[in-house]
């Protein structure tokens, strides 16, 4: 979970942390002018929202700040913020998803195999005609793909999100989620099963339209 | 393996086709084979369900292609999911993910603030 580094010259996270831990207030505005960018780009995506993703970047940094003194001095600056938004946006999904939880099983089933009794396929899964290297190399199917992403339905997007995009473990994704770490893996598998069947359709990858 | 409860393909008859493949070829069927590909993919399932797995899909052609659009939707999420490391989505769409907005910036100072002047 790495978070690029700032490209201005901006102070390194220790000078950062030591300044914050000296009162210094010129340290909470470079720690946000630092980390602000990749944390409101995590926000987006659990939140798909400009007004919500920078709600909880406010959020996420206050509760940075009142809490530094839990920040352990051999973490990563960007990795504690990572985790700390990932919460944050967390607590807010789960907020604005719980009035629509009813119906989004069917909506999943919608896109997982379906099964004859005996365990056969109804389907006769295809080759996909273009290999992944050529879909990555062009701008266009990116967008596509993020935009899919985007339709899986919850809580199985939410799932996607965080362990094969933020590249939480299968622990600290169940331990966020106040879920166990088998239903993180049926929700993983679904959503990665789902999108599968969605990208075949959006990008057209067995050449019937 | 109940922690796959995998939706049961409640069977549609009438809507299934018969492609003439066998229901059960080695030992697991399509539907196992769907069921386990993670943990084939994460390397744990036990040797003998991983022999099992490898000799399904090596006989079965849609499993087979099913196994790889799966490992490439995988990597296309790993590969294209992130759009702040998308040099070109930014050029594209740099108004929608852009650099962060000053203001922003300037009301999350701001609030911190608020929080300084209570203490
Ligand atoms: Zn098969």
């Not at chain 2, 697991?28 to 000799?55: H, N, P, V």
Request: glycine share 8%; charged share 30%.
């Amino acid at each position: 979970m790495d978070t690029p580094s700032p490209s201005s010259q901006t102070p390194d996270d220790a000078s950062i942390v030591a300044g914050l831990r000296s009162g210094d207030p010129r340290a909470f505005e470079a720690m946000v002018r630092a980390h602000v960018g990749p944390l409101r780009a995590v926000a987006l995506r659990l939140l798909r929202n400009e007004e919500d993703a920078d709600d909880a970047v406010q959020e996420a940094f206050l509760n940075a700040y009142r809490s530094l003194d839990r920040f352990r001095g051999d973490a990563r600056l960007g990795t504690w913020l990572h985790r700390i938004v990932v919460n944050v946006a967390l607590g807010r999904l789960r907020k604005r998803e719980s009035a629509k939880r009813d119906g989004e099983q069917v909506q999943i089933d919608a896109h997982l195999p379906q099964f004859h009794e005996n365990g056969m396929s109804q389907r006769f899964h295809q080759r996909w005609t273009v290999g992944a290297d050529e879909l990555v190399s062009r701008a266009e199917t990116r967008e596509v793909v993020r935009n899919t992403i985007d339709k899986v339905p919850e809580p199985y997007r939410t799932v996607l999100v965080l362990r094969d995009i933020e590249e939480l473990d299968t622990a600290e994704t169940a331990e966020l989620l106040g879920i166990k770490p088998g239903t993180v893996k049926v929700r993983l598998h679904r959503a990665r099963q789902a999108l599968r069947n969605l990208l075949e359709r959006e990008l057209e990858l067995t050449g019937e339209a | 393996m109940s922690e796959h409860d995998h939706p049961k393909g409640d069977g549609h008859p009438s809507c299934g086709h018969d492609y003439g493949l066998k229901m059960k070829v080695h030992g697991l069927t399509c539907q196992e084979i769907s069921q386990f590909m993670m943990d084939y993919l994460d390397s744990s399932l036990d040797d003998g369900a991983k022999d099992e797995f490898e000799r399904h899909v090596g006989v079965c052609p849609p499993c087979l292609h099913y196994l790889d659009g799966y490992k490439d939707t995988v990597e296309l999420v790993r590969r294209c999911g992130k759009v702040e490391l998308d040099a070109e989505a930014k050029k594209v769409h740099g108004e929608k993910h852009g650099p962060p907005p000053e203001g922003l910036i300037m009301a999350i100072l701001a609030a911190k603030q608020a929080i300084d002047g209570q203490a």
